[in-house]
C-alpha cells in the first residue's frame, strides 16, 4: 500500500522556496488549471529543458542549491534539478519529494569520468511526485538539447508512469543503472551528499571548492558518446 502524503510533502523549505516570487511565476507559466497531471507532465517538461544540465558548476550551500537560484541560473546538476522540480509542484498543490540513487553508466564525457575518477554517480537526484493516488519517480536531468548531441531521447514523463533514466540508448547500448536506492526525503540532505560525494570523488570536490570543475559540458557531448 503506498504511504500517502504528509503536510510536509508540501512544506516550503530553505532549499525547496516555493513560495518564492520566481518560482510561483514559473508554476503560473507552465500550470495546466483544474488538471494536476497535465500540470505536472508541463513543470516536469519545463525543468528538464529549460535548465541546462551543468555537472561542472556546483555550489554546495543554501544559497546555491535553492531551486530559486538554479531556477534563475538556468543551469544545475541532477540534483539542483530535481530540488526546482519538487518546489515547483509543491507551489501547484502536487505533493512532492526528493529521492537519491547510486547510479552507473550516467549520461557523461571522456572529461567528466576524468574529473570524477568513476563512472558511479553517487546520490543521483530524482523526485517523486504524488498523483491518483500514488507516488511516481521522475528525473528532469537532461535536456532535449543534450539528449540531441548525445544520440538519445529525451526522456518524457506521460503523467501516469515513472519517468526514471533510460536504461538503454538508442543504438542499443546499455545506458543507465541504477545500483542502490537511498530512498525519500521531504527536503535537500546535503550534508549526507556532500559527505557521500567526498568519499566517491574526492579530486572533483577541491574543483568544486574552487569554484568549479571547468569545462562546457555540452560542448564536450558534441563529441563524445554516452557512458
Known amino acids: 500500500m503506498e504511504i500517502p502524503p504528509s503536510e510536509g510533502d508540501l512544506g516550503i523549505t530553505a532549499f525547496m522556496d516555493a513560495d518564492h516570487f520566481d518560482i510561483l511565476a514559473f508554476v503560473r507559466r507552465h500550470e495546466k488549471k483544474g ?12 525543468v528538464r529543458d529549460e535548465i541546462r544540465y551543468d555537472p561542472y558548476r556546483i555550489e554546495f550551500s543554501v544559497h ?18 530535481a530540488v526546482v522540480l519538487a518546489a515547483a509542484l509543491r507551489a501547484a498543490g502536487i505533493p512532492a ?7 552507473r553508466n550516467h549520461l557523461s564525457t571522456a572529461r567528466m569520468r576524468e574529473v570524477m ?17 500514488r507516488w511516481i519517480k521522475v528525473t528532469p536531468t537532461f535536456n532535449r538539447e543534450l539528449c540531441d548531441r548525445f544520440g538519445i531521447q529525451p526522456l518524457d514523463f506521460d503523467g501516469e508512469n515513472d519517468a526514471l533514466l533510460h536504461p538503454f540508448d538508442i543504438q542499443g547500448r546499455e545506458h543507465m543503472r541504477y545500483e542502490k536506492d537511498h530512498g525519500l526525503f521531504q527536503d535537500l540532505p546535503v ?3 556532500i559527505k557521500e560525494s567526498m568519499k566517491a570523488y574526492p579530486q572533483m570536490m577541491v574543483y568544486l571548492e574552487k569554484g568549479g ?11 563524445d558518446s554516452p557512458g
Not at 575518477?117 to 493516488?133: I, M, P
Open 35 to 46: 488538471d494536476l497531471r497535465a500540470t505536472a507532465i508541463s513543470l516536469y517538461t519545463a
Open 64 to 81: 546555491g542549491m535553492k531551486a530559486s537560484t538554479t531556477l534563475n541560473q538556468g543551469y544545475g546538476y541532477c540534483v539542483a534539478k
Open 97 to 103: 519529494r526528493l529521492g537519491f540513487a547510486d547510479v
Open 117 to 133: 575518477g568513476t563512472d558511479l554517480f553517487v546520490y543521483h537526484g530524482y523526485v517523486a511526485l504524488f498523483l491518483t493516488d
Open 191 to 193: 550534508t549526507r551528499i
Open 213 to 223: 570543475a571547468g569545462g562546457d559540458f555540452h560542448a564536450e557531448a558534441g563529441g
